[in-house]
């Protein structure tokens, strides 16, 4: 496991943390924010409210009451009789006076040019009527002239500067008003970028989270789950999972991982078990047990099937005196030398060989009756005689063996033991017909072995 | 069962409602009734002028019920301290005892203040001009005071209202009078004062720019704070204007 702590790697507590203490921060930036924001659009709308609209209405109502100046002095200039000129020159000292509250120099000034301009004209006017009445000489055409004149300049001027005040007027009022419906669209646009943003994060953290869930959590699971599943079905051994972005996962993968290790281990010792507690330890071929277990099956076999089957027992002659004569070593040799026989017997035609017990051996010919066994138990026979065994001080040791031979369908049986109980008598039937010899019993021949001479 | 307890829940709120609009505000305004074309009592002795509807447009903006009182200028603080009535709405222009004496809403109007007098015999209205003149003005208004301070030389007449001042100028026995400019063109504009004008350049001493407040006595800022949120509304919504052009011909926001 240490070569595979590689990389980055959380545990899912710690992340689960940082995901809250991150939400924790993300509201409080962003309730921190929405106040600051929220603050700066109220001083805003207050500042528009307080400041920018007043300036907006004033400039707009000087507008107003410089166009009423203006027809004020085209009144007067139009009027022509005393008592009218009288009656609006008064309005127009009030009205351009009005402007002197506002702080505004230039238009105070323009506005009490005009009205300068307007008491110029009245005056004019009073002159020509003092002329006309006042002398009793008669108006003299080119003083009236001339006087009417200045009377058309003043008043013309007075109309030039109404015209370029409320021509101020009006565009500083539209450029306070464009200015503020610009403050108010981008603070619009804020409110939309900064709500869409507020929006779109806790949108795209709880996606990651999801996604983090799905790909960190969920999958390692599921591939946790899948090698237990492989383990049960004792595939895959030694496999390794991806190493997980959790800790505990690692954890839970480890013990996973041991599990299958030691699942596999178990497995390769049962079957080691297995081969052992079937096997003889001598001679490797099966043993006593694991043949008896064998012959049940082929039995069963051939009693459905009807077809025969043949036991051999072997036993070799005078062992007791080889052990004793040359010595456990050399009894082996010549038990592993029997089982070498066997074997290639069985390697050239379906058969089982086993070491049945001490000096000892059974083996079990699967569809063969008696006459082929009778063969058989020969070839085995004479293979045994023929061994030449050398000491390691070069004497020779020749073995014979005794066979007994048992079919199935050469008696009546009902249990494999019978059949088995059978060979047995043949084996001693040849031991007691002077060894080295092949044996039978005839079909009716389940005698009293007691008549068998010895 | 369920719908009693909520048709019986919504009869109560009704009710509660209707309550609620019941207790509507009632409110008396003072005004002095002797300051046209701002105030002053009809033939048939109603109060009438533009505070006078300024005052109603407010009284209705604010869903109040309001009655109408005229008490002589002298006497138009002292009884709104004695709790006499609620508001006073008489072109008062705000001097700092005033301010101190009462709470006093946005102004409502501007104005500012001018000499009128025989324009062939007053040219400059310097203190030194005006030296040993008689000059009348209405007494405790911000002009008196304007006078008392600036004028020492002159013979000061103060008048219990305007009305009575420009009296005494038609009638010679004052040389001039210091009034509001637009209190003194319905006075000028009238067929028996045409010998008098304005005179002198227009006063741009901040002293005698005024501007005119609605007050309630000290400690109703409540009622102060309502009456400003009015003047916004009929500000805005045109009320203002209307009241405004029945009365001049030009803006005197």
């Not at chain 1, 008896?292 to 036993?315: P, S, W």
């Not at chain 2, 500012?112 to 007053?122: L, V």
């Not at chain 2, 409540?222 to 949120?229: D, G, P, R, S």
Request: neutral net charge; aromatic residues 8%; charged residues 25%.
């Amino acid at each position: 496991m240490t070569a595979q702590k590689k990389g980055f790697q959380i545990s899912m507590a710690a992340a689960g943390r940082l995901l809250i203490g991150f939400v924790l921060f993300y509201a409080i930036v962003a309730a921190g924010f929405s106040i600051v924001f929220l603050r700066k659009i109220e001083s805003d709308a207050r500042y528009t409210q307080e400041q920018q609209l007043p300036l907006v209405l004033s400039q707009n109502r000087n507008a107003i009451k410089v166009e009423r100046l203006a027809s004020l002095a085209r009144s007067i200039y139009l009027a022509k009789d005393r008592e009218l000129e009288r009656q609006l020159q008064l309005q127009t000292h009030v009205l351009a006076q009005s402007f002197t509250l506002d702080e505004n120099n230039e238009l105070a000034k323009g506005v009490m040019d005009v009205g300068a301009s307007v008491k110029r004209i009245v005056a004019i006017r009073e002159q020509v009527r003092r002329m006309d009445y006042g002398t009793g000489i008669g108006p003299d055409p080119a003083v009236r002239a001339e006087l009417e004149e200045q009377a058309l300049e003043t008043y013309q001027s007075a109309m030039r500067v109404t015209d370029k005040l409320s021509q101020s007027m009006i565009s500083d009022a539209a450029v306070l008003a464009y200015g503020m419906s610009g403050d108010i669209q981008r603070t619009a646009r804020m409110i939309q970028i900064a709500w869409i943003i507020i929006l779109i994060l806790p949108v795209a953290t709880a996606v990651g989270a999801i996604y983090v869930v799905a790909r960190h959590i969920i999958t390692p699971i599921n591939s946790a789950i899948e090698g237990l599943q492989s383990i049960d079905r004792h595939e895959g051994r030694n496999f390794k999972l991806r190493r997980p972005l959790f800790r505990e996962l690692s954890t839970i993968y480890e013990a996973i991982e041991a599990y299958g290790r030691v699942s596999s281990d178990l497995l390769r010792t049962n079957s080691i078990l297995q081969a052992l507690s079937e096997e003889d330890g001598l001679t490797t071929l099966a043993n006593r047990r694991s043949f008896e277990k064998r012959l049940g099956e082929e039995f069963a076999k051939a009693a459905q099937d009807g077809t025969d089957l043949a036991i051999l027992m072997v036993d070799l002659d005078h062992f007791k005196s080889i052990n004793d004569h040359y010595g456990h070593q050399m009894g082996d040799t010549c038990l592993k030398m029997t089982a070498n026989v066997l074997r290639s017997v069985c390697a050239e035609r379906e058969c089982h060989a086993a070491r049945y017990g001490g000096e000892e051996f059974s083996v079990v010919f699967p569809g063969c009756n008696l006459q082929e066994a009778i063969a058989e138990a020969e070839k085995i026979r004479l293979s045994l005689s023929s061994l030449i065994i050398k000491t390691s001080y070069d004497e020779v040791i020749r073995i014979t063996a005794s066979v007994g031979v048992a079919t199935l369908k050469s008696g009546k049986f009902e249990t494999s033991s019978q059949l088995l109980e059978n060979a047995d008598k043949a084996l001693y039937l040849a031991k007691h017909s002077g060894r080295n010899i092949v044996k039978s019993l005839p079909s009716s021949g389940r005698t009293d072995l007691k008549s068998i001479p010895a | 069962m369920k719908t009693t307890i909520l048709v019986t829940a919504a009869i109560a709120i009704l009710a509660w409602g209707n309550a609620a609009t019941a207790d509507e505000l009632k409110l008396k305004v003072a005004t002095e009734g002797a300051y046209p074309p701002f105030n002053s009592l009809d033939a048939s002795g109603n109060l009438v002028g533009f505070d006078v509807d300024i005052a109603k447009a407010l009284c209705q903006q604010m869903n109040a019920t309001c009655s109408f009182v005229a008490v002589p200028w002298d006497d138009i603080i002292g009884r709104l301290e004695k709790n006499e009535y609620d508001l006073v709405v008489a072109s008062m222009s705000l001097t700092e005892e005033r301010a101190k004496r009462m709470e006093y809403s946005a102004p409502y109007y501007r104005s500012h203040s001018a000499f009128a007098a025989d324009p062939n015999r007053f040219k400059d209205i310097s203190p030194a001009a005006l030296k040993g003149f008689r000059i009348a003005a209405g007494s405790q208004t911000i002009q008196s005071e304007y006078l008392k301070k600036n004028y020492p030389d002159s013979k000061i007449i103060l008048t219990k209202d305007q009305p009575e001042a420009q009296k005494l100028l038609q009638a010679g026995e004052v040389d001039l009078i210091l009034a509001d400019s637009i209190d003194l063109l319905t006075f000028l504009q009238a067929p028996e004062s045409s010998k008098f004008d304005y005179v002198g350049d227009p006063v741009t001493n901040d002293f005698l720019k005024s501007s005119a407040h609605i007050t309630a006595h000290k400690g109703n800022a409540e009622l102060i704070k309502k009456v400003n949120v009015a003047l916004d509304q009929i500000r805005l919504n045109g009320t203002y204007d209307r009241i405004n052009n029945a009365y001049f011909p030009f803006s005197i926001y």
